[in-house]
């Protein structure tokens, strides 16, 4: 079992940066894929990014790529976002997640272990 905390959220102009962490505990960490969601207002929980903790590849929503980076540090049980030229859309609550899955899962449900988010607000 694992528990995540996610930091870093917080209100950016439009094309500003932020990075977002997501500590997690237990001493499996290297073992999970990790990946990163987000939900607006009124909107359903939508993939942005994860990485396999199999093969260390990481994917990206389409309405991300180029813009955010994700990272992990197995040293540090922690799993990072970049988010840079930010957009008034990317306003949204993000998410930390993680799963024993060997690929990477974009759909919520396939996921075990939640953290409780992070508010991003980016102003225009």
């Known amino acids: 079992q694992v528990q995540l905390v996610e930091s870093g959220g917080g209100l950016v102009q439009a094309g500003g940066s932020l990075r977002l962490s997501c500590a997690a505990s237990g001493r499996t960490f290297s073992s999970y894929t990790m990946g990163w969601f987000r939900q607006a207002s009124g909107k359903e929980r939508e993939f942005v990014a994860g990485t396999s903790w199999s093969d260390g590849r990481t994917y990206y929503a389409d309405s991300v790529k180029g813009r955010f980076t994700l990272s992990r540090d197995n040293a540090k049980n922690t799993v990072y976002l970049q988010m840079n030229s930010l957009k008034p859309e990317d306003t949204a609550v993000y998410y930390c997640?993680?799963?024993?899955?060997?690929?990477?899962?974009?759909?919520?449900?396939?996921?075990?272990?939640w953290g409780q988010g992070t508010q991003v607000t980016v102003s225009s």
């Open positions: 997640t993680a799963d024993h899955s060997t690929v990477v899962l974009t759909t919520p449900r396939e996921y075990d272990y």
